[in-house]
């Protein structure tokens, strides 16, 4: 049975400890508050589109250890399907995340799992529908990105690219992506152009629809012929800024995929990103339908 939302990526456990301020290199820093949580930056969009009420399922890797354990119990949680899950002999990810006082954080990812090339275990008709929205970011390796992106386009699902981390995309791939998802440093990597309006520009010429997260600035929305269209910020009590990036993906993706048009979708995806700064965590901080209906004043 097709899936509202397909999510390709990566699963992490996220080990996580807060610190003042971040160190500088060859700065040593006492840090408070050591914890572990579900993460990567593909298992934060799932748990976000399935919180979101999308039929979400999960395609990635992890390894066939106990951490692998804890993420496949995670998506069982979610009510996220695993069918195209595939176990390998390499460690799952692992993400180490520190936290300054202000919410921000640092964060550096070994692969592991993550980086196996094991394509899709799954027929694509299993997965894909026409009303599907097929979300894709940058932490697995390009190949597998290309291969879902493929048969996601192939199969007449929305494709919807979050380039993140950035780093350089063959044309090809563009040329099959729908809505493109970057922050304002994701826009100027992908571009070369130091100007995030021009970036914007430069990668709605090359898409059709994209949007630029602004933090708490909120979004905006640039399509092919140069309209621009802005969301505002919402206010937050900012903790943890980790996974923010991954609600607004996630919620966009559900929203979508249930028929909600572009401006309204990104309405919610801006209040999911406001209330996944409130929490601590990646996966623990993604919101619910009925908090973001209240974020969002619907
Ligand atoms: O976007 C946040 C995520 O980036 C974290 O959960 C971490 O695992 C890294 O993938």
Do not use: C
Request: proline letters at 6%; charged letters at 20%; zero cysteines.
């Amino acid at each position: 049975m097709p899936f509202d939302v397909v999510v390709l990526g990566s699963a992490n456990i996220d080990v996580v400890v807060q610190v003042a301020r971040i160190p500088a290199p060859g700065e040593t820093v006492l840090g408070a508050g050591r914890a572990q949580h579900p993460g990567g930056k593909g298992l934060n969009q799932a748990v976000a589109a399935a919180r979101a009420g999308a039929s979400t399922a999960f395609v990635g890797t992890v390894g066939r250890d106990r951490e692998g354990d804890l993420l496949l119990a995670t998506m069982r949680t979610e009510g996220i399907d695993i069918t195209a899950v595939t176990r390998v002999d390499e460690p799952t990810g692992t993400a180490l995340v520190v936290v300054q006082e202000s919410g921000e954080n640092s964060i550096v990812v070994v692969p592991g799992a993550n980086g196996s090339p094991t394509g899709f275990p799954t027929e694509d008709a299993e997965l894909f529908g026409p009303k599907t929205v097929f979300v894709v970011q940058l932490e697995i390796p390009l190949p597998r990105v290309l291969e879902g992106v493929a048969r996601a386009h192939a199969a007449g699902a929305l494709v919807l690219l979050n380039a993140a981390p950035a780093r350089p995309l063959p044309d090809s791939l563009l040329a099959s992506v729908d809505v493109l998802v970057v922050n304002e440093h994701e826009s100027v990597a992908l571009t070369g152009s130091d100007d995030p309006g021009q970036a914007a520009r430069v990668l709605a010429a090359w898409v059709g629809d994209v949007v630029v997260t602004l933090g708490a600035e909120g979004a905006v929305h640039v399509t092919g012929d140069g309209s621009r269209t802005s969301e505002p910020g919402r206010s937050a009590d900012v903790v943890d800024t980790t996974g923010a990036g991954d609600a607004f993906v996630g919620v966009l993706a559900a929203a979508l995929a249930t028929g909600t048009g572009l401006p309204r979708a990104l309405h919610r995806a801006v209040a999911a990103g406001s209330l996944a700064v409130e929490k601590r965590g990646a996966v623990p901080s993604m919101p619910t339908y009925d908090e973001i209906d209240v974020r969002a004043g619907q």
